[in-house]
Nanobody, 115 residues
Framework: QVQLVESGGGLVQAGGSLRLSCAAS????????LGWYRQAPGKERELAAS?????TPTYTDSVKGRFTISTDENTLYLQMNSLKPEDTAVYYC???????????WGQGTQVTVSS
């Protein structure tokens, strides 16, 4: 089992920045894909950014050049710059164990960007 605890969401004006953190504990060893999903009201959850340990990050087109995903030991980060109102969503940290495709989720953190 992996436990994930998120922090760092909040309310910010358009053009501002936020940094999300996701602290992992439990069975964190082994191959995982680490990612940040987001779900806006009335929309499906989408994968905003992901990274393999020691690998190259990937981003959905709408956040490229503005968001940066990184990891440090057992903490996953998402630095969000130049935020837009359309970035408003609940953001979820995700660890996917590669061997089993089992997903672990954080509790979600609200990000609200005002215009």
């Amino acid at each position: 089992q992996v436990q994930l605890v998120e922090s760092g969401g909040g309310l910010v004006q358009a053009g501002g920045s936020l940094r999300l953190s996701c602290a992992a504990s439990g069975r964190t060893g082994g191959p995982y894909r680490l990612g940040w999903y987001r779900q806006a009201p009335g929309k499906e959850r989408e994968l905003a950014a992901s990274i393999m340990r020691g690998g190259t990050p990937t981003y959905t087109d709408s956040v490229k050049g503005r968001f940066t995903i990184s990891t440090d030991e057992n903490t996953l980060y998402l630095q969000m710059n130049s935020l837009k109102p359309e970035d408003t969503a609940v953001y979820y940290c995700n660890w996917r164990r590669l061997l089993t495709a089992r997903d672990y989720w954080g509790q979600g953190t609200q990000v609200t960007v005002s215009s």
